[in-house]
């Protein structure tokens, strides 16, 4: 593809199942796009992928856990292949070309997702996620690991400052779950299996995620006064991402 900007370096990369890749840093002004669209809440699960407060679903893919099966048996075939054979090459590069696959897969699903959302709105408000914490749970390690929350939140970081739209996060100790978006009402008794819920207060029938990414947004559109004291988190959101002031000098990456 044409490469854009002036090249700065290049290095030469060589994957497991045999591929050649050359990356070419360039740098080149990137006119930020003007914010538009709507603010909206972002939640992250392993059951669903991403909701957002407009109540759209992404699903988890899961693309790990569905080559599993196919990895096992390449990867046992592997380890009964005599060393340094050439059938034991052979059957190396299929075992690569597995975790290649799951990688693209992965990958071309949240370029997919943080273009969708950064273009079509200006603000996102997300939790701070805990991830190398939730990595030490070890029944949940793999799956956090197959769905790679922290690569998403750098395509939306990076992607938000091309399409025009901001990347907020709320701490994670804020209780997004337990406040009723509606009233402010605070559910203490809320369990992690309470999927829906209805509001003593108000009587609003919530879906758990979706309330919690409607008060991710009221928090960050400051609708949620601070007074609230245990309710609302210590520190305000803090945003990450490259800063959208700096109007040049940015370098990008291209791969051919
Ligand atoms: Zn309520």
């Given amino acids: 593809r044409e490469v854009l900007g002036t090249p700065k370096n290049v290095s030469i990369s060589k994957t497991p199942s045999g591929k050649y890749y050359a990356a070419i840093v360039t740098e080149q002004d990137i006119p930020h796009a003007p914010l538009n669209g709507d603010k909206i809440g972002l939640d992250l699960g392993l059951k669903e992928f991403a909701i957002t407060s407009k109540g759209e679903k992404f699903e988890n893919p899961r693309y790990f856990q569905k080559s599993l099966r196919r990895l096992q048996i390449r990867q046992r075939r592997l380890s ?41 709105n200006q603000r996102i408000s997300a939790e701070s996620l805990n991830i190398k914490g ?5 029944k949940l390690a793999k ?15 990076y992607k938000g400052n091309i399409y025009g739209c901001e990347i907020y996060y709320v701490d994670r100790f804020f209780p997004s779950s337990k406040r009723c978006s509606n009233c402010g009402y605070i559910k203490e008794d809320l369990t992690l299996a309470t999927r829906e819920w ?41 945003r990450l991402g490259m800063n959208r002031n700096t109007g040049s000098g940015q370098e990008a990456t291209s791969e051919a």
Avoid at 134 to 138: F, H, I, P, S
Avoid at 199 to 223: G, V, Y
Wanted: hydrophobic share 30%.
């Fill in 80 to 120: 009964r292949k005599q060393k340094s054979s050439s059938n034991r090459n052979k059957s190396r590069l299929r075992v690569a070309n597995i975790h290649e696959k799951v990688a693209n897969q992965r990958q071309d699903y949240q370029h997919k997702i943080s273009l969708k959302l950064t273009s079509e």
């Fill in 134 to 138: 939730m990595v030490k749970n070890r």
């Fill in 143 to 157: 799956q956090i690991s197959d769905i790679a929350w922290g690569n998403f939140l750098t395509m939306l970081e």
């Fill in 198 to 238: 209805e509001c003593p207060e108000c009587q609003h029938f919530w879906d758990r995620d979706i309330n919690a990414t409607l008060n991710l947004m009221l928090f960050c559109e400051s609708k949620i006064p601070l007074e609230e004291g245990k309710s609302t988190p210590d520190q305000l959101v803090v």
